[in-house]
């Protein structure tokens, strides 16, 4: 980048910061959203909570009906 392009474009770095972290949020977030190994832990919670009489309904939870349509 130029020093002429630099110094013209100076007024939009604040807008390119703020999406810059909102991008960072999204990655983070769809990285945790989408970790297998937390999924799995969830479903054997679930798994566990139905063996051990602790749930309530007899159908899947919203989780795990959540995992299995992908």
Request: net charge positive.
């Amino acid at each position: 980048m130029g020093l002429l392009s630099g110094l013209l474009t100076l007024p939009l770095a604040p807008v390119r910061g703020t999406v810059w972290v909102a991008q960072q949020v999204l990655d983070e977030a769809e990285r945790e959203y989408y970790d297998v190994g937390k999924i799995r832990r969830q479903l054997d919670d679930v798994s566990r909570a139905r063996a051990g009489g602790r749930s309530a309904t007899r159908r899947p939870t919203r989780s795990r009906s959540r995992w299995w349509r992908g």
